[in-house]
């Protein structure tokens, strides 16, 4: 059986999803080919040990180097994208491509699959086989709601309507959500699935990464994960000098300050960095709110404007003090201090993995729950071709 993955390389996110299930489905004897849509995001898959084709890099959102969106930009890429035949067109011919012999495209989330249906070979689609949607419980909402406040309510809810109507002509949609149960839900009627997002499993003990980062007993050590969108060099050096300020050992990793002594590009185990770390340091995304949770690690959130990123932190409106704090990239005032200010509100936590239970068995039932999902949507897939061609047939009999 072989599956194609498209991911959008915007942020990391969607990469490394398909990373995870490429060796899920891998020992399941299932071949998963990742497609994804700039070099930059081959080259990150790369690092993590999984290859990849490029569809290509007209696609892209726009963000200034601070990860706020740039919203009038964004949408005319997507427009002139989606508009121009040597863009768009051209895509999903190669995609089609790629798709050739596949059970099914998952599309992880790229504007094109929605806009061009999912509906197999037979029945009037392109791809020669179905589209399966993935998408963040949250995100999906900033989609929704991309246009409110921005122009007439009827044009928000319009474009609303309009989005999830497209959504919901896919064979399958996965939506991963913090309020999924740890083995997942569907909806059998609407072909939905609900999941909890899929975090890498912790290679290594805590103690076995504290050792390997040379940590002193007592010391306290922070993880700091920051996407590409992330560039000013003066928001890497106020994290930098915060964190040594408060007495925390920094592991960090950033594309966008691959150039820095403290920085590195990529790390394929940065998983059990997490899982080891008294601080999680990263803007909100679905994955590092997913860490902090299963694993137990107080966040410190960078917030900007990104409204699914807000939307992710709701999640720890219940938890314990101490396990969230935000802060804002653009408010007034010096970054470091304000940064200061949020650590010590977190309070002391030295050592504090080492206590923590190991959230490896919870990682593995997540995993579970994802390989069980989508072996069970390609099961059905052949059956929807099956039902096209038999229907096929049946007009062709002479009445």
């Keep these: 059986m072989r599956i194609v993955w498209l991911a959008a390389a915007d942020a990391r996110g969607h990469l490394m999803r398909a990373h995870l299930v490429r060796g899920l489905l891998a020992r399941r004897g299932v071949r998963v080919d990742v497609i994804t849509t700039s070099e930059d995001g081959r080259t990150f898959l790369q690092a993590l040990g999984t290859p990849s084709e490029l569809l290509s890099a007209h696609y892209s959102l726009v963000y200034d180097a601070h990860q706020n969106m740039a919203r009038a930009r964004t949408e005319a890429c997507i427009l002139r994208y989606l508009f121009t035949p040597s863009r768009g067109a051209a895509?999903?011919?190669?995609?089609?491509?790629?798709?050739?012999?596949?059970?099914?495209?998952?599309?992880?989330?790229?504007?094109?699959?929605?806009?061009?249906?999912?509906?197999?070979?037979?029945?009037?689609?392109?791809?020669?086989?179905?589209?399966?949607?993935?998408?963040?419980?949250?995100?999906?909402?900033?989609?929704?709601?991309?246009?409110?406040?921005?122009?007439?309510?009827?044009?928000?809810?319009?474009?609303?309507?309009?989005?999830?109507?497209?959504?919901?002509?896919?064979?399958?949609?996965?939506?991963?959500?913090?309020?999924?149960?740890?083995?997942?839900?569907?909806?059998?009627?609407r072909r939905s699935h609900r999941l909890l997002p899929i975090v890498a499993s912790?290679?290594?003990?805590?103690?076995?990464?504290?050792?390997?980062?040379?940590?002193?007993?007592?010391?306290?050590?922070?993880?700091?994960?920051?996407?590409?969108?992330?560039?000013?060099?003066?928001?890497?050096?106020?994290?930098?000098?915060?964190?040594?300020?408060?007495?925390?050992?920094?592991?960090?990793v950033g594309e966008g300050y691959a150039a820095r002594p403290a920085f590195r590009p990529y790390d394929p185990d940065f998983g059990s960095v997490a899982a080891a770390a008294d601080l999680l340091v990263s803007a909100p995304g679905m994955g590092a709110v997913g860490m902090a949770r299963l694993f137990g690690v107080p966040l410190l959130a960078l917030l900007t404007d990104q409204p699914e990123q807000r939307q992710n932190t709701a999640v720890f409106a219940s938890c314990p003090a101490g396990a969230f704090v935000g802060v804002e990239i653009d408010a007034p005032g010096r970054l470091e201090a304000r940064l200061r200010g949020s650590l010590r509100a977190l309070g002391p936590s030295a050592g504090a993995a080492l206590a923590r239970p190991s959230a490896s068995a919870l990682v593995g039932r997540i995993h579970e729950s994802w390989a069980r999902c989508l072996l069970d949507i390609a099961a059905s897939a052949p059956l929807r071709r099956m039902r096209a061609v038999s229907t096929q047939h049946h007009n062709e009999v002479p009445s």
């Excluded at 497209?166 to 149960?181: N, S």
């Design 202 to 252: 912790p290679r290594r003990s805590a103690a076995d990464v504290r050792a390997s980062l040379g940590l002193a007993p007592g010391a306290r050590l922070a993880a700091v994960y920051l996407n590409p969108h992330f560039a000013d060099p003066a928001v890497a050096s106020a994290i930098e000098e915060s964190l040594a300020a408060e007495g925390y050992v920094m592991h960090a």
């Design 91 to 189: 895509d999903l011919g190669r995609l089609s491509e790629f798709a050739r012999g596949a059970a099914y495209v998952v599309n992880d989330f790229h504007p094109l699959l929605l806009l061009t249906g999912s509906r197999p070979a037979g029945e009037g689609h392109a791809l020669p086989c179905p589209v399966v949607h993935v998408y963040g419980e949250n995100i999906w909402r900033a989609i929704e709601g991309h246009f409110e406040g921005r122009g007439p309510a009827l044009a928000h809810k319009g474009f609303g309507a309009l989005v999830r109507a497209l959504r919901d002509r896919a064979h399958a949609r996965i939506e991963h959500t913090l309020a999924a149960p740890l083995a997942g839900d569907r909806d059998p009627a």
